[in-house]
């Protein structure tokens, strides 16, 4: 088993920024978080250094947003979701090494200054260009006026971002801001079919308005050059390629907006801070790698151009322009930074067969499916890395996961007990077991290397081994070598089981494979049980249009 291990290998796990203005949901852990858990609990088993670090993308628009729309500030939206998202992803198992709110005066600084560092360091190396574009413009409002400490743009001010809705000019489905969660377009206001406020009713008329630009003398080879290294999958390489050809290798650097890092350049109009959806997007990994710096102790940013860490992005399609073009351009367009290694990508993820919508209530949040639930939080994950929109869209459907975690649980409980019992008087592994697990530990690490992931084949592994139980608990050696491997091979997935029965097996620490060349321990004894959830108690976490 040594061949797979991955002492001394070096991992910097980076999951998307989560906007705090709202809580983390199903569909956030369903697509770009838990997956990046499952592969840091599998490093982690192999014996590499893994830490993941993320931050709360606080200066999104959406946060001043919410703000306006609940009258209150938009520090005061954003510390609260940062809080709540950071509680619902550890409910879920999912954990973090640091997950940063910049807005924390610890780290206030250290955002600023890597963001404008990053952004100058574009500028510098000529990779920027100052461009001018018709923005619509607020003539004349009404609607409330924004509440004391809150913000909502006047006449004369610019209506971009969530402020502004309209219709996809590629796909015509409706949209706010600059990105269509359809198509995945990207395009400016004044492409967009019917440009309209989206908050407060108002008129539009377009000014030309001055911002900074991406503008990457590579060119768009050197992205789509980069993306091939980086392994990409090839269905999102032809999102990403379809914005090249349209615009070629540059996208928005600045945007208008009161709420953000102030970035000041005597061509550029005024009023405006850098974009979250491409400098500010990478920038806040960047940020992110220097807290690795810090609890490493490494001297480099994991992300720095001389690194040796392996770097690892997840994110879902609706950021795949963001992502594929803004981030590794504006990382090509400069000196200090590498783009990243590994992009990890997820298509959408749906509840009941519609959207998960925060503003329409059909959302099930991360943390209520276990703390209101009452759902196993293995059994959740399981059924995340059955059920998982890696390659397609897909969704949870409530009914078919009440099925799953009883009939897991109720089968996982029985085996791990009964194999716990046989294994009392074991002397050593059985090594025809031992051999097979060999094989189910190198076909799950190919379903966890980031060129080839799979979510549900990682989760298959697990599934093979609990089918193979009658074969393999023939004798107490051999009970006790089938519940080593199914530790080792559960962990990532189900880490509660997983470190239950190794603990039950005497086994120090966490699952490691290194046990292996350790050697053999006499089992201890050991007992689990999972709940048995109802519909009534798996209703408490559900919408009100699921619930039954
Ligand atoms: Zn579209």
């Known amino acids: 088993m040594h061949k797979l291990g991955l002492r001394g290998r070096k991992f910097f796990l980076t999951p998307v920024c989560l906007v705090p203005n709202g809580r983390a949901h199903l569909g956030h852990v369903a697509g770009p978080l838990l997956k990046m858990d499952v592969l840091r609990r599998h490093l982690l088993r192999a014996g590499a250094e893994v830490k993941m670090v993320s931050v709360s993308d606080v200066h999104e628009s959406h946060v001043l947003i919410k703000a306006y729309v609940e009258g209150s500030t938009p520090a005061t939206v954003a510390n609260r979701f940062s809080a709540q998202i950071a509680q619902d992803l550890a409910a879920l198992g999912i954990e973090y090494d640091d997950l940063i709110n910049p807005l924390d005066r610890e780290w206030a600084g250290t955002y600023d200054k ?106 768009a080879p050197a992205i789509l050059e980069h993306l091939e290294k980086a392994q990409v999958r090839r269905d999102f390489i032809e999102i990403a390629k379809r914005y090249l050809d349209a615009n070629g290798s540059s996208i928005r650097l600045t945007v208008p907006s009161p709420w953000g890092i102030p970035f000041e350049h005597p061509e550029v109009s005024k009023g405006q801070v850098i974009f979250s959806y491409s400098a500010l997007l990478i920038g806040c990994h960047f940020v992110a790698g220097e807290r690795y710096r810090q609890l490493t102790g490494s001297e480099l940013n994991p992300l720095a151009r001389e690194s040796d860490v392996t770097c690892v992005l997840s994110f879902g399609i609706d950021n795949t322009v963001p992502f594929l073009v803004g981030a590794v351009g504006c990382a090509l367009g400069q000196e200090m930074y590498k783009p990243m290694d590994h992009f990890l990508v997820n298509y959408f993820y749906d ?109 298959s592994c697990v599934e093979r081994w609990l089918q193979r139980t009658p074969a393999l608990h023939v004798t107490a050696d051999a009970a006790a070598a089938w519940l080593y491997g199914f530790a080792l091979l559960a962990w990532p997935i189900l880490p509660k089981a997983a470190q239950r029965v190794w603990t039950a097996l005497g086994l120090p620490g966490t699952p490691s494979l290194e046990q292996t060349e350790r050697g053999f321990v006499k089992p201890e004894s050991g007992n689990g049980t999972y709940r048995t959830l109802t519909r009534a108690e798996l209703n408490a976490c559900l919408p009100a249009s699921l619930r039954r």
């Not at 967009?192 to 008129?203: L, V």
């Open 351 to 459: 509840l009941d067969g519609s959207k998960f919508s925060t503003s329409r209530g059909h959302v099930i949040w991360a943390g209520d499916i276990v703390t209101l639930g009452g759902a196993e939080v293995d059994l959740v994950r399981a059924y995340l890395c059955l059920r998982n929109p890696e390659f397609g869209r897909l969704t949870f459907r409530a009914d078919e996961f009440l099925q799953f975690h009883n009939e897991l649980g109720a089968r996982m409980a029985a085996v791990t007990n009964e194999a716990l019992r046989t294994a009392a008087s074991a002397t050593a592994w059985d090594p025809g077991v031992m051999r097979y697990l060999e094989v189910e530990l190198g076909l799950q690490t190919d379903f966890l290397t980031p060129a080839t992931f799979d979510l549900a084949g990682a989760f």
């Open 114 to 219: 890597v963001n404008r560092d990053f952004l100058n360091g574009i500028i510098r190396s000529g990779n920027a260009a100052v461009r001018s574009e018709p923005l619509p413009i607020l003539a004349e409002t009404g609607g409330a006026p924004a509440p004391e400490g809150a913000w909502r743009p006047g006449v004369g001010d610019p209506i971009v971002s969530g402020w502004l809705k309209g219709r996809c000019p590629y796909c015509e489905q409706p949209l706010v801001g600059f990105f269509c969660e359809s198509c995945g377009g990207h395009f400016s206001p004044s492409q967009m079919q019917n440009p309209a406020t989206a908050y407060f009713p108002g008129t539009l008329r377009f000014e030309d308005r001055t911002s900074l630009f991406l503008d990457l003398r590579k060119g």
